[in-house]
């Protein structure tokens, strides 16, 4: 018996240890979201994307129904079910870009229309300026460590008159308790949730004029429009 309490005791200090240790330890969330996502790739279409994404993928799409372009750069692309809903309806040089390679792979294997799927990160894009007429961004925003920085990126690689779409969780008000929790707590690589008015803020403050935004599915999500 007192062997058990002293084996209770010890896992339970080490836990604490545990906890401590994370609390003041610097996180890689680049890391972690791209072994998170890496070892959900075989599993996310069946198990994800129907709960995470199936419902941002619909907004981006709605919100680009009226919108002319020809090629279009899908940023935390994943499986790339974006693309695939896209380019059965619409010709265009679709470029999916995921920090994962195992995503990247799942999504390379599906063999989509004029698709093409690279590794790589929002915040750094291996694409020259003015490339694309869209960049979109569908539930991986909140990945991002250095928001501003990914938004420059998108910026810069956008051709002047693009458009830049972003569709993610609405935290509502309560994004630095989110931003705590998920940062201290988890592994998923989850670090900048954020709101609509927030998204907008920053959309405007990246040097996009605002075009649309607007909430759905429920209003537990947001969905920001920028144009260059
Ligand atoms: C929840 S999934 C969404 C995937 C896809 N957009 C969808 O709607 O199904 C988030 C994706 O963002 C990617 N990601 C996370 N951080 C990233 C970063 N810094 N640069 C590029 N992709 C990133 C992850 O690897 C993951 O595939």
């Not at 899908?74 to 995503?103: E, Q, R």
């Not at 990247?104 to 750094?124: L, R, T």
């Not at 900048?192 to 803020?201: I, P, Q, T």
Request: aromatic share 14%; with cysteine.
């Amino acid at each position: 018996m007192k062997e058990k309490k002293k084996s209770i005791f010890i896992r339970g200090k080490n836990r604490a240890k545990r906890i401590i240790k994370r609390f003041f330890t610097k996180q890689d969330f680049e890391k972690l979201s791209k072994d998170f996502f890496d070892m959900k790739a075989p599993v996310y279409d069946e198990e994800e994307l129907v709960v995470y994404s199936e419902d941002s993928c619909m907004a981006v799409i709605d919100a680009l129904k009226d919108k002319k372009y020809k090629s279009l750069l899908d940023i935390g692309c994943g499986t790339g079910h974006l693309i695939s809903l896209l380019s059965k309806n619409k010709k265009a040089d679709y470029v999916g870009l995921d920090l994962s390679s195992k995503m990247v792979s799942v999504a390379s294997k599906k063999k989509i229309k004029y698709a093409n799927f690279v590794e790589g990160s929002a915040d750094n894009l291996p694409f020259q300026k003015k490339s694309f007429d869209v960049v979109t961004c569908s539930e991986s925003f909140h990945h991002y460590e250095d928001e501003n920085k990914a938004m420059r990126e998108a910026y810069r690689v956008l051709k002047k008159g693009g458009y830049y779409i972003v569709a993610d969780k609405d935290v509502g008000k309560l994004v630095w308790f989110h931003n705590f929790y998920n940062r201290r707590f988890k592994n998923t690589g989850d670090c900048n949730f954020s709101n609509l008015k927030r998204a907008e803020k920053l959309m405007k403050k990246n040097g996009f004029k605002l075009v649309y935004s607007g909430k759905y599915y429920n209003n537990t999500h947001y969905i920001v429009v920028g144009r260059k």
